[in-house]
């Protein structure tokens, strides 16, 4: 007969077991595990120390256990991430946002506090559809234009802009950039978390990104900033009287960037640290 294990029992081994894989925060992981595998989400946990687990359960939560021993990213295995107040689907198709990308959005809604709230809004790069779909829920009267050049992440933000009740107001394009964005088309903020790494920086990364995220969404040539270079010089033209462009960037890039803004006719630009204090935004206007 196979010993019967419950929740709590799971819980302490899949800890131990991700420890010893050198799994940082091993418990939370194994807890999002197993949420994942009983379909339960990890408050609803607690209440369940004691419930027994059935074969068909263990089975389940062992596959997930070892996947992120293997240093699969745990939101990819658990299958979605939180972003804002969003519920958002991930899957190696697209980059998993990050906190610092919440921030940037916190920083744009709060912009806006004493002004109009922006009526269009262009994002470059979505993805998962995360900034896009932060920023429709925070200004319920704004249209989204939405752009990727992956026809696949591409596919992920229609299923998770649906699936966030938000298909009316935000408009999907697969597109480079501005080339498939109307040279008449104006915005009155442009948004973009694009690819901004190094080669030397991405042979450096957690086994997590390097091993899992999609290359395309995190490395640029040029130091990392060729994408945000081409994106800045494109604002100008495609931004209404008095609109902004933010963008997230890397770490070491500050400088050159706001020598592009300048060059690119922005009047007004600044740049912005992370709440660590690294120097990850800027705002031009
Ligand atoms: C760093 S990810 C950001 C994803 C999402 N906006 C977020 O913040 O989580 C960059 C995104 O830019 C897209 N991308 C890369 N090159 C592009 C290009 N030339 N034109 C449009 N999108 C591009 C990638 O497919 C990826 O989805």
Redesign the pocket.
């Known amino acids: 007969m196979s010993e019967t294990l419950t929740v709590l029992d799971v819980i302490k081994k899949s800890t131990d077991f991700l420890n010893g894989k050198g799994i940082e925060n091993a418990r939370f992981n194994a807890e999002w595990l197993i949420a994942a595998a009983l379909d339960l989400d990890r408050m609803q946990l607690y209440m369940k120390f004691d419930r027994p687990l059935s074969d068909q359960e263990l089975v389940d939560m062992r596959s997930n256990v070892v996947r992120r021993g293997k240093r699969e990213p745990l939101q990819y295995i658990v299958g979605h991430t939180q ?1 804002h107040d969003l519920q958002l689907k991930v899957d190696p198709r ?5 906190p610092e ?1 919440e921030q ?1 959005v916190e920083l744009i809604k709060d912009s806006y506090m004493d002004s109009a709230p922006p009526a269009r809004i262009l ?10 779909l932060g920023l429709a829920q925070i200004f319920p009267e704004s249209v989204v234009v939405a ?4 026809k696949e ?1 591409l596919e992920v933000a229609k299923e998770n802009t649906s699936g966030n009740d938000l298909t009316t107001r935000v408009t999907l394009v697969l ?3 501005y ?1 498939q964005i109307d040279e008449s088309e104006r915005f009155d903020l442009i948004v ?5 790494l190094t080669a030397e920086e991405m042979d450096t990364a957690e086994p997590e990104v390097k091993g899992h995220e ?1 290359l ?3 490395v ?1 040539a040029e130091a990392g900033m060729r ?1 945000l270079f ?1 994106i800045i010089s494109g604002a100008k033209m495609r931004l209404n009287l008095g609109g902004s462009l933010w963008l ?1 960037t890397g770490i070491a890039q500050r400088q050159a960037l706001l020598g592009s803004c300048s060059s690119a006719g922005f009047s007004n630009c600044e740049g912005i640290d992370d709440w660590s204090g690294r120097e990850r935004f800027i705002r031009a206007q």
């Open positions: 972003f697209v980059l998993i946002p990050r990308t940037l994002d470059l790069g979505t993805g998962s559809g995360a900034i896009a752009v990727d050049a992956s992440a597109s480079s950039w080339e973009s978390n694009p690819p901004y999609p395309n969404a995190l640029s994408d081409e997230e």
